[in-house]
């Protein structure tokens, strides 16, 4: 029996009891902006950010402490996880600048929007600010500075001159200042978890990044796995994210036992994108070289729905980070 079944469970269990949340706390939120129409991408919100901070991240935190969320905790992450695709359309679609952005941010109420977008943006803040204790707000603003900071040097991305080294220098800040800002609900005096936060969101960005790979070309979005030429670049650089996780947790003050949790949990993320690059390389084997520019959607597209894949994630998410009970 693979040993990541147990830690399975326990996934699958936090996201039940998140979309519970969601549905009884974060969906009454959401109605009135969905009368507007097409705000923002609700499956996104809904089905990923919201339920995957909370019931992937906050868990997987709350395993590394020996404590569940509290309400608060995890009302903070769940709003704070529903934000995240509405910034990224109001940098990449709405086009707004730093300072419109910071300004949303600092005001945070429905005065201060001009859209639908902006208001939900504003709605959104003010519901996941209410929830922070004094050491949160204490660090909301620097970590706040580092995310619209990663935002705006997204838009790099859409440039050809843009360098593969600083494309995913990019995507590395991106993500890791995303889940230091998930992480801030969190945090306390004796541990930030800043460090783990970064470590973990800079590897998730760079899976996220096979996962899209379509997407991001038919988008003109470049990044370091679009600008790759070999699956095998693709690997070093997963590789090396997640070896960061590993060193970063090993340097956590929590027990044995807490870190061993905490890293079997987080394994069933970080192993899909190890699924993903084994299917990436036997196509790159038996059709033509890793090209993101040149394949057809069906060789960039990897489903992880079948048995198979799955099966292949839960041999991997038993050994992905070194553990030691």
């Not at 996201?15 to 549905?23: D, M, P």
């Not at 030429?229 to 994210?241: I, K, S």
């Amino acid at each position: 029996m693979p040993l990541a079944l147990r830690p399975l469970r326990h996934l699958l269990a936090a996201l039940r009891v998140q979309r519970r949340w969601n549905q009884e706390h974060l969906e009454p939120v959401l109605q009135p902006y969905r009368r507007q129409g097409d705000v923002v991408d609700w499956q996104k919100i809904t089905g990923y950010y919201a339920l995957a901070v909370p019931a992937a991240i906050g868990e997987a935190f709350a395993l590394l402490r020996s404590a569940p969320l509290t309400e608060q905790e995890r009302a903070a992450m769940a709003f704070l996880g529903a934000l995240s695709p509405v910034l990224d359309d109001l940098y990449d679609r709405q086009h707004l600048t730093t300072e419109a952005i910071e300004t949303l941010v600092h005001h945070h109420h429905a005065a201060s929007a001009t859209t639908p977008a902006e208001a939900l943006f504003c709605e959104l803040a003010s519901q996941a600010l209410q929830q922070f204790g004094p050491v949160a707000r204490a660090g909301f603003d620097a970590v706040k500075r580092q995310v619209l900071g990663a935002q705006a040097e997204s838009r790099k991305q859409q440039l050809v001159e843009t360098l593969r080294e600083d494309l995913l220098d990019i995507s590395l800040k991106k993500g890791g200042h995303a889940f230091a800002l998930y992480a801030l609900p969190l945090r306390t005096a004796k541990d930030p978890h800043t460090p783990l936060a970064y470590a973990l969101g800079a590897a998730m960005q760079v899976e996220n990044d096979l996962f899209d790979l379509w997407k991001d070309r038919q988008e003109g979005v470049r990044t370091a796995c679009t600008e790759a030429t070999a699956v095998h670049q693709l690997r070093t650089m997963y590789a090396e994210a997640c070896e960061q996780v590993a060193r970063t947790l090993a340097e956590h003050p929590a027990g044995p036992r807490q870190k061993a949790a905490f890293a079997y949990h987080i394994n069933l993320v970080l192993a899909r994108g190890l699924v993903c690059l084994d299917v990436l390389d036997r196509r790159a084997r038996n059709h033509s070289p890793f090209n993101a520019h040149a394949w057809p959607r069906e060789s960039l597209v990897v489903d992880l729905d079948t048995a198979a894949a799955k099966w292949r994630t839960l041999r991997y998410a038993s050994r992905q980070l070194p553990v030691h009970p």
